[in-house]
Nanobody
Framework: QVQLVESGGGLVSAGGSLRLSCAAS????????VAWFRQAPGKEHEFVAY????????RYSDFVKGRFTISRNNARNTVYLQMNSLKPEDTAVYYC????????????????WGQGTQVTVSS
């Protein structure tokens, strides 16, 4: 399995930006699809964005479309989530996850997860 470590979270004011990173171990990382999910207090994990192994057009949830951008650098075994125009409702723990097949939005279909990074957006 791939080992994942997220970083880049923090406290930011509404309208601000953060860039999250998901660093992976393993020589085959480039063959994995990667997704970002988030979990707010008292809520289930929800899909944020995914990117395929072949850098096909990424997919975003409706609530982040136009504000967040997912990208990957396979040479660095890293996937990024650039988050702009942050809102208080974006406050959550953000997780990256991988699967060896084509990306989908269902959390249960991802095999490896990081420990998460906290994002807090103040109003």
């Amino acid at each position: 399995q791939v080992q994942l470590v997220e970083s880049g979270g923090g406290l930011v004011s509404a309208g601000g930006s953060l860039r999250l990173s998901c660093a992976a171990s393993g020589r085959t990382f480039s063959t994995y699809s990667v997704a970002w999910f988030r979990q707010a207090p008292g809520k289930e994990h929800e899909f944020v964005a995914y990117i395929s192994s072949s850098d096909e057009v990424p997919r975003y949830s409706d609530f982040v479309k136009g504000r967040f951008t997912i990208s990957r650098n396979n040479a660095r075994n890293t996937v990024y989530l650039q988050m702009n125009s942050l809102k208080p409702e974006d406050t959550a723990v953000y997780y990256c996850a991988t699967r060896a097949r084509a990306p989908i939005t269902a959390t249960s279909s991802y095999d490896s997860w990081g420990q998460g990074t906290q994002v807090t957006v103040s109003s």
